[in-house]
């Protein structure tokens, strides 16, 4: 049996699920997940950090559009707070010159290496040279988001349906059949929120592809001495973004910082540069990692332009992209789903992510087209 909705989401990562609890509202909509279960993809497998001068322009706007929702979300919308203190230190050395000077111009603070060494007691100070500071950095709760806007989308009669691969998208009339392994939906908008595959969403419904780049990372969890109260270390990563480590459910995350091309698949470590993140880990920090509890590897898919790909189709009517969230598909989450709310429900976009500087026209798939946007 064929059903009817208003709108069908692809993907219940952070990007599907928060558009579709903003869509909910106004309209019917089906929430297609191939996985068992929400959020196993990239959303599962991030360092859950929210930086507010990380990344491009348009992503520092959507950060900083995202911090009032963050602070204070909707009622109801959660049980707990959503950001926690965590900061960020940058450590280098000796010919680090250029990266201090762009950290201090995003704001980041020259702090003593006794300051570091407060911050970080392990922290070998004749391993490095340099230290910088940005105590504006917060750690997420990620699943709390995630759950939050899910369950926000079920109490407006959204339905989440998991394994529910899309495996065919065709006209049908000015719509769409989307034709899954859970059944099969007529609707006239299709709204394509699959991550890594949304350019491979986009071939199953014959719209010319984006191009976008999914980039592997690495990360390692291992047990710190305990000795060591890790609670309030910040996110330490090495100038120039060659590794970094911070604090993740009573563990230290230790990741190369890896941006391998990849296509889409579900990822895995790579262990050769975890290997040799640990040991970059071991130079700085006063340890010696004897074995990693667990190893994951997760996709960061940027848009060609290193920026989010979020609008309509310019080719093919009824086709929606929210995809190329890189690394920031988290912090920016708030903004860039009631942003794609309003343009996918051709609604005035709110005046506070205007304020904030966002410029829609460099968000949207037009620009790869080179058609008027
Ligand atoms: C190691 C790492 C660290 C990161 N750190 C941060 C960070 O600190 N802060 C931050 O903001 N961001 C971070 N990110 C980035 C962030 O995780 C991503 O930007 C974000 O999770 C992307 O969300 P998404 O919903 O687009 O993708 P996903 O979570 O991958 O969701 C896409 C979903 O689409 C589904 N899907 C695909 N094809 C189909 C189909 N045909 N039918 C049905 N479903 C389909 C998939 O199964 C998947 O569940 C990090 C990422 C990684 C890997």
């Given at each position: 049996m064929t059903m009817d909705t208003d709108i069908v989401v692809i993907?219940?990562?952070?990007?599907?699920?928060?558009v579709a609890a903003r869509l909910a509202p106004h309209a019917s909509v089906v929430l297609l997940e191939r996985e068992d279960q929400p959020g196993y993809h990239s959303t599962g497998r991030s360092a859950a950090t929210f930086v507010p001068g990380y990344g491009p322009p348009s992503i520092i706007s959507l950060t900083s559009a995202s911090r009032s929702f963050f602070?204070?979300?909707?009622?109801?919308?959660?049980?707990?707070?959503?950001?926690?203190?965590?900061?960020?230190?940058?450590?280098?050395g000796e010919g680090d010159g250029d990266h201090v000077r762009e950290a201090q111009e995003l704001g980041m603070v020259q702090m003593s290496l006794d300051e570091a060494k407060d911050r970080v007691p392990p922290?070998?100070?004749?391993?490095?040279?340099?230290?910088?500071?940005?105590?504006?950095?917060?750690?997420?709760?990620?699943?709390?988001?995630?759950?939050?806007?899910?369950?926000?989308?079920?109490?407006?009669?959204?339905?989440?349906?998991?394994?529910?691969?899309?495996?065919?998208l065709s006209r049908e009339g000015t719509g769409w059949l989307v034709e899954t392994s859970a059944g099969d939906w007529r609707t006239p908008l299709v709204v394509n929120a699959a991550g890594a595959w949304c350019d491979a969403v986009a071939a199953l419904?014959?719209?010319r592809?984006?191009?976008?780049?999914?980039?592997?990372r690495s990360a390692a969890l291992i047990t710190p001495p305990d000795s060591w109260?890790?609670?309030?270390?910040?996110?330490?990563?090495?100038?120039?973004?060659?590794?970094?480590?911070?604090?993740?459910?009573?563990?230290?995350?230790?990741?190369?910082?890896?941006?391998?091309?990849?296509?889409?698949?579900?990822?895995?470590?790579?262990?050769?540069?975890?290997?040799?993140?640990?040991?970059?880990?071991?130079?700085?920090?006063?340890?010696?990692?004897?074995r990693l509890d667990h190893t994951w590897g997760?996709?960061?898919?940027?848009?060609?332009?290193?920026?989010?790909?979020?609008?309509?189709?310019?080719?093919v009517s009824g086709f929606f992209w929210l995809a190329g969230q890189g690394g920031y598909g988290i912090q920016t989450s708030p903004t860039l789903s009631r942003l794609a709310a309003a343009l996918a429900l051709s609604q005035t976009i709110p005046g506070d992510i205007v304020a904030a500087g966002v410029d829609v026209s460099a968000l949207s798939p037009a620009r790869f087209h080179g058609a008027a946007v």
């Amino acid at each position: 049996m064929t059903m009817d909705t208003d709108i069908v989401v692809i993907g219940a990562g952070i990007a599907g699920a928060s558009v579709a609890a903003r869509l909910a509202p106004h309209a019917s909509v089906v929430l297609l997940e191939r996985e068992d279960q929400p959020g196993y993809h990239s959303t599962g497998r991030s360092a859950a950090t929210f930086v507010p001068g990380y990344g491009p322009p348009s992503i520092i706007s959507l950060t900083s559009a995202s911090r009032s929702f963050f602070m204070s979300p909707d009622d109801g919308f959660c049980d707990g707070p959503l950001l926690s203190p965590r900061g960020i230190l940058m450590i280098g050395g000796e010919g680090d010159g250029d990266h201090v000077r762009e950290a201090q111009e995003l704001g980041m603070v020259q702090m003593s290496l006794d300051e570091a060494k407060d911050r970080v007691p392990p922290l070998k100070t004749d391993a490095v040279s340099v230290a910088l500071i940005d105590e504006g950095a917060l750690d997420i709760d990620v699943d709390l988001l995630h759950q939050g806007f899910l369950r926000e989308f079920r109490r407006l009669a959204g339905q989440l349906h998991c394994r529910a691969e899309v495996k065919a998208l065709s006209r049908e009339g000015t719509g769409w059949l989307v034709e899954t392994s859970a059944g099969d939906w007529r609707t006239p908008l299709v709204v394509n929120a699959a991550g890594a595959w949304c350019d491979a969403v986009a071939a199953l419904a014959g719209v010319r592809p984006v191009g976008l780049q999914p980039k592997r990372r690495s990360a390692a969890l291992i047990t710190p001495p305990d000795s060591w109260d890790i609670s309030n270390y910040p996110l330490v990563f090495g100038a120039g973004e060659t590794f970094y480590f911070k604090p993740m459910s009573g563990k230290l995350m230790v990741s190369p910082a890896d941006a391998t091309v990849v296509e889409p698949h579900d990822a895995w470590a790579d262990d050769m540069l975890i290997a040799e993140a640990i040991d970059k880990f071991q130079q700085v920090m006063d340890v010696e990692v004897r074995r990693l509890d667990h190893t994951w590897g997760g996709l960061r898919t940027f848009g060609s332009d290193g920026d989010p790909v979020v609008g309509y189709d310019p080719e093919v009517s009824g086709f929606f992209w929210l995809a190329g969230q890189g690394g920031y598909g988290i912090q920016t989450s708030p903004t860039l789903s009631r942003l794609a709310a309003a343009l996918a429900l051709s609604q005035t976009i709110p005046g506070d992510i205007v304020a904030a500087g966002v410029d829609v026209s460099a968000l949207s798939p037009a620009r790869f087209h080179g058609a008027a946007v």
